[in-house]
Nanobody, 122 residues
Framework: VQLQASGGGLVQTGGSLRLSCAASGRTDSTFHFGWFRQAPGKEREFVAAVRWRGSPTYYANSVRGRFTISRNNAQNTVTLQMNSLKPEDTAVYYC????????????????WGQGTQVTVSS
C-alpha cells in the first residue's frame, strides 16, 4: 500500500484545514486507516482512525469534537477535517494503514505516507 498525504499548511488559531490521504495498491487486508502527528521533540501520537470497512471512527481526546475523519472506499481516500485549530495542533501529520486492529498504536501500522506540515499560529 502506498499512501500520499496532502493538505497541510499555515492557519490562524480557530481556523480549519482538510488533510487527505490517497491510498494505492492492495488495501484488502487493511483494518484501519489512521492519522497521527508528531511535533518536534515528541513521539508520534494518535489523532484519529477509521475502520476501512464499516463505520467506526476513533479520536484522541485532544481532538474529539474538533476533528472529523472520513473515508471514501471508492476513491481510496481518507480525509481529516480539522476545525477550531489550536497552536498545540502544530505538527507533521502522517496517515497510515494497519491490519492488526490496534488503531491507536503507531508501532502497529504497516504503511505510512510522507507527512504533511500543519502550523497553527497564535
Amino acid at each position: 500500500v502506498q499512501l500520499q498525504a496532502s493538505g497541510g499548511g499555515l492557519v490562524q488559531t480557530g481556523g480549519s484545514l482538510r488533510l487527505s490521504c490517497a491510498a494505492s495498491g492492495r488495501t484488502d487486508s487493511t483494518f484501519h486507516f489512521g492519522w497521527f502527528r508528531q511535533a518536534p521533540g515528541k513521539e508520534r501520537e494518535f489523532v484519529a482512525a477509521v475502520r476501512w470497512r464499516g463505520s467506526p471512527t476513533y479520536y484522541a481526546n485532544s481532538v474529539r469534537g474538533r476533528f472529523t475523519i472520513s473515508r471514501n472506499n471508492a476513491q481510496n481516500t481518507v480525509t481529516l477535517q480539522m476545525n477550531s485549530l489550536k497552536p498545540e495542533d502544530t505538527a507533521v501529520y502522517y496517515c497510515g494503514s494497519e491490519s492488526s486492529g490496534q488503531y491507536d498504536l503507531a508501532a502497529q501500522y504497516d504503511y505510512w505516507g510522507q507527512g504533511t506540515q500543519v502550523t497553527v499560529s497564535s
